[in-house]
């Protein structure tokens, strides 16, 4: 047998133990978490809420066939034979913006302490799970901190603490735990397409007076937006911040799966540079028109009918889908967004010509430089 081969070094995405951006609720009975839950999720339904708890019932059977209901309003209940695995779990969770977990039950990577007096016992035999409290939620008035809390924790009391009616203070102190989770976006100008209409690569094409990859890459770092350059293994471009594809052979598809692969804790904006007509209007609407939660921000030409995905915020969330459609046979990233829950920014469609020809540049030459 020949020596083990590693694995290639990957960055591997920024996740707590099931999901990206999760918290554990302990210290009291199971119903008293599910209501908690329920009612901050009620007051936060902008964002993606998921919740992770065991079944209680100890007669469920191994199912025949896994059952899958699906009603019209756009709910589903699913029964299925399925154990938690945490990998598993992070590919099925990948879409929620937020997990909450049930800490009798599953350990999160941080948490939340609520004091109910008649829990002593069960708090202290989970003490070890309590590694990054975020605050603690006082059950009665009398509720008390446990000796041993402080020994295991001695910082314990400077930590916010709420009563457990005071769901607007929670639900805001959950959402700001959201918003420190929401990616930075960084650009990826795609530079390695073949132009084989042009003749010449479009990259390098002139309508303001230097190549065209260039004005792309200034027209997003103005918005300070760390940019890097898209290109194919064989393009001898010197770039200091460029993504080479790894995924090749699928276009801008492939281009975007990359920039994921390089980094997947960002958002990328992707832009092309065949949009000479993409101006600042345009990326400052996209950004201020930015919805995180969703798996892409992206710009649609008003009477176009479908969106442009090479002028589009893909969220992090959106690589576990791009690499599933990929795994289906698709590679057009339109498709994903046409399919999925994105958030759609309509401009004029003025803004979003593609110049594909010699005859296209002659025009958009004569019409910026007029």
């Known amino acids: 047998m020949g020596k083990h081969q590693k694995h290639a070094k990957l960055k591997l995405r920024d996740n707590d133990n099931f999901a990206t951006n999760e918290i554990s609720i302990v210290g009291t009975k199971c119903d008293v978490i599910a209501n908690l839950v329920q009612q901050v999720a009620q007051n936060l339904t902008k964002y993606k809420m998921a919740y992770l708890d065991a079944s209680h019932n100890d007669a469920v ?216 007509f993409v101006n600042d209007e345009v990326i400052q609407l996209l950004l201020k028109h930015r919805n995180p939660s969703k798996i892409a921000t992206t710009i649609k030409g008003k009477n176009a009918q479908f969106p442009e995905p090479l002028i589009t915020i893909w969220e992090p969330k959106s690589y576990t889908l791009l690499l599933n459609y990929l795994a289906q046979g698709y590679s057009c990233p339109r498709k994903v967004l046409i399919n999925s829950d994105v958030e759609i920014v309509e401009i004029d469609d003025s803004f979003i010509r593609n110049i594909n020809t010699p005859e296209d540049f002659k025009y958009a030459f004569k019409e910026i430089n007029e």
Not at 66 to 81: I, P
Not at 101 to 118: R, S, T
Not at 259 to 274: G, R, S
């Open 61 to 276: 059977e191994s199912k025949a066939f896994e059952k899958f209901v699906y009603h019209h309003k756009g709910t589903a209940k699913y029964e299925v034979n399925s154990t938690v695995n945490k990998f598993n779990q992070r590919i099925q969770f990948s879409q929620y913006d937020f997990l909450f977990i049930n800490g009798n039950h599953y350990e999160g990577a941080k948490q939340v302490l609520i004091l109910d007096n008649d829990k002593e016992a069960s708090v202290l035999k989970r003490l070890d799970q309590l590694t990054n409290i975020q605050f603690v939620i006082k059950l009665t008035n009398d509720s008390k901190y446990f000796s041993f809390l402080e020994e295991h924790n001695p910082q314990i009391k400077n930590l916010i603490c709420y009563s457990i009616d005071e769901i607007d203070k929670i639900s805001t102190h959950i959402e700001n735990l959201i918003k420190q989770k929401i990616a930075p976006i960084q650009g990826l100008v795609l530079a390695g397409g073949k132009s084989t209409r042009m003749g010449t690569d479009k990259g390098t094409l002139q309508f303001y007076g230097k190549n065209q990859r260039d004005v792309t890459i200034e027209l997003l770092e103005k918005y300070h937006l760390k940019t890097y350059l898209s290109v194919r293994e064989e393009q001898e471009i010197s770039n200091e911040n460029k993504i080479t594809d790894k995924f090749i052979g699928l276009g801008p598809f492939g281009a975007i799966c990359s920039a994921f692969q390089e980094n997947p804790d960002v958002a990328w904006l992707v832009l092309a540079t065949d949009l000479p």
